[in-house]
């Protein structure tokens, strides 16, 4: 079946650390998409990307990086820059733009401070 | 800019009751509208969608109509289940650009056997 696979589900990070979230889908999906959601709120867009070796800055990019390298792939890595990275991250993807076309979601990652 | 507004939640209901979920949006152009479901530790399902106005987007018995003139969404279901808890969450996705899609805050419903 097709779909979007996130890892870890949970995830660990010390103060000053980097940590880097996996994203993959087997959709052949030219759009991918980070989102970041805190309790009671709605998604915010951290990055998204069209084609692969392209993509762009969000809504709340500060403190994120990003890469795709391959159409597959679009790893979001959560930086030290970032001051609150407690949040639970989702990623998506869709057809390319233009359609209105709806967004397919991983089952997220949850990312704590220790 | 494009936007959501949905109904605040909790939303408590015992089972068959009647849901709505209330939903407005603001908008350029002719954006595409969405409805989602989140289960607890979970990602988000699409649960249904409309594309222009007077649509009626339908799925699971939920149902929600494209209402150009009034700007809204509304998601409906007749007779609510237990497992039907979940948060609901519009959104809108622009037919331009970049494929930007805006959610609302989301509506946390629990429904009681």
């Known amino acids: 079946d097709g779909g979007i696979t996130q890892s870890p589900k949970y995830l660990f990070r010390k103060e000053g650390q980097n940590v880097t979230l996996s994203c993959e889908q087997n959709?052949?999906?030219?759009?991918m998409y980070w989102y970041r959601q805190d309790p009671g709120q709605g998604l915010r867009l951290i990055y998204y990307s069209q084609i692969v070796n392209d993509f762009q800055k969000g809504d709340i990019a500060e403190g994120y990086s990003v890469s795709r390298e391959k159409k597959e792939s679009f790893p979001l890595t959560v930086t030290s820059a970032q001051k609150n990275p407690t949040a639970f991250y989702l990623c998506?993807?869709?057809?390319?733009?233009?359609?209105?076309?709806?967004?397919?979601f991983g089952d997220g990652t949850r990312l704590s401070i220790l | 800019g494009n936007s959501v507004t949905q109904m605040e939640g909790p939303v408590t209901l015992s089972e068959e009751a009647f849901l709505t979920i209330n939903c407005t949006y603001t908008a350029t152009g002719y954006p595409s509208l969405f409805w989602y479901v989140q289960y607890p530790g979970e990602g988000l399902q699409l649960l249904l969608k409309?594309?222009?106005?007077?649509d009626k987007g339908s799925n699971k018995g939920f149902e929600a109509t494209y209402r150009k003139e009034t700007t809204s969404f509304h998601l409906e279901k007749g007779s609510v289940q237990v497992s039907d808890s979940a948060v609901y969450f519009c959104?809108?996705?622009?037919?331009?650009?970049?494929?930007?899609?805006?959610f609302g805050a989301g509506t946390r419903l629990t429904v009681k056997p």
């Open positions: 409309a594309t222009k106005a007077d």
């Open positions: 959104a809108l996705s622009d037919r331009q650009g970049n494929n930007d899609m805006r």
């Open positions: 998506a993807s869709s057809i390319p733009s233009g359609a209105g076309q709806p967004q397919h």
């Open positions: 959709l052949n999906h030219d759009a």
